[in-house]
């Protein structure tokens, strides 16, 4: 419900939680189409790491940049040019695919280009949610952002996979319409303006180190986000799906679409259950308690030779690591002020793609050292040495009990 004079409309939640779920349902099939297509023509590992790296290093670039951007300019706009810009890499994917060719440097290039639009696209899209609902409201909406956003999670890969079945060109395509929708339905949401930055005077490279800086003198928020970064960046076995699928399991591009979905069944469970029962209590050794057993459950995958086994296990990683998301996005949520909100979600997005992208390039290197099982158990192994070391090093966020008492510096 919306009251009179309020800057809040009940429809802005709703269009945000449908261009998001639009966009990363867009992104998941584009991925395991990326990667079946990647290894279909190398059979090769590292190349599959290698399509993490050249996402992640124009992301490096340019996500501290667009955080500062974010708090400078109305994060809306910078939203929809993202995802107009992610459009055109999924168009330029769609001709790769028709032209059928046999160099790989077409694909990364475009990729490259795919990871500048996510570059801008991720700090907008996540500062933008507290200016779309009252406060009272945003850790109830976080949750349901979270929940929905795992709809998309487990639709992604599964239609990712039949998609590919059908031919690269029907995912590439669709990949294409999804974007443009969320792009034009961004360009309508409403809701509070951010107000004036009083130090919008500052330069934009002293701007960006306030945000760093902010992070930094935050135990509780660094502490966070960057146990998210090593633990998925040692255990993320992602990358090396394509390889399970059709080495290890034996079930062909529809079976890494089911593989890729799994996590995000877990996921999306736990979701619903935080919607209607949010953690009240005890949250920092939560979070804690998940990354450890998002750790046990990557050994068990990367031992597995059973698809079901394979599925369970991924299943359990996924619910476990949606634990730790909810809880850090949370805690950075209402740790952050207002005019810093496009910086620190700059910060925490660049974290996150470093954990994602970057390990699916430690990932592909691992397998290609060592083989493909014990690069994944050897990650499981250094995300459960990871959790020992935080909780050393962190105190404050392992001893955090509710959410509501981290407020702005």
Request: glycine share 10%; hydrophobic share 50%; proline share 7%.
């Amino acid at each position: 419900m919306t009251l009179p004079g309020s800057p809040y409309q009940g429809r802005d939640l709703t269009i945000y939680l449908c261009t998001r779920v639009l966009s990363r349902v867009a992104m998941l099939v584009q991925s395991v189409a990326v990667g079946w297509q990647v290894y279909d023509l190398t059979r090769s590992p590292l190349d599959l790491g290698l399509v993490g790296l050249v996402e992640f290093a124009p992301m490096f670039l340019l996500t501290l940049p667009a955080g500062e951007l974010a708090d400078r300019f109305d994060p809306r706009r910078i939203l929809a040019l993202s995802l107009l810009l992610e459009a055109l890499s999924s168009g330029l994917l769609l001709g790769y695919s028709v032209l059928h060719p046999r160099q790989i440097w077409p694909l990364y290039a475009v990729l490259m280009l795919f990871g500048c639009a996510r570059g801008f696209s991720g700090p907008a899209g996540r500062s933008l949610l507290p200016f779309l609902v009252p406060p009272e409201r945003l850790a109830k909406s976080i949750a349901w952002a979270s929940s929905i956003s795992q709809v998309a999670v487990i639709a992604g890969p599964a239609v990712g996979g039949f998609a590919y079945a059908l031919g690269p060109s029907v995912a590439y395509g669709g990949c294409l319409a999804a974007f443009l929708l969320a792009a034009a339905g961004t360009t309508t949401l409403r809701g509070r303006r951010p107000e004036p930055d009083t130090a919008i005077l500052a330069g934009r490279i002293a701007r960006v180190k306030e945000g760093v800086q902010f992070v930094r003198s935050r135990p509780i928020v660094l502490g966070a986000i960057s146990l998210d970064l090593f633990a998925v960046l040692l255990g993320g076995a992602t990358a090396l799906l394509p390889v399970y699928a059709r080495d290890i399991l034996h079930v062909g591009p529809t079976g890494l679409g089911v593989l890729r979905s799994a996590p995000a069944v877990g996921a999306a469970l736990v979701a619903l259950y935080l919607v209607g029962r949010p953690l009240h209590r005890n949250v920092g050794s939560a979070m804690f308690a998940a990354v450890a057993v998002f750790g046990v459950a990557t050994i068990v995958f990367g031992l597995s030779t059973h698809f079901a086994l394979s599925l369970v296990s991924l299943g359990v990683l996924g619910a476990s690591d949606q634990i730790s998301v909810y809880i850090r996005s949370a805690l950075v949520q209402f740790a952050t002020p207002d005019p810093m909100r496009g910086r620190v979600s700059a910060v925490s997005t660049l974290f996150i793609s470093s954990s994602n992208e970057l390990g699916e390039f430690e990932s592909g290197v691992t397998a290609a050292l060592f083989g493909t099982v014990p690069a994944v158990v050897l990650g499981g192994i250094g995300t459960l040495v990871i959790v020992a070391v935080w909780m050393k090093l962190f105190p404050p966020l392992r001893t955090v009990d509710q959410m509501t008492e981290v407020v702005p510096a």
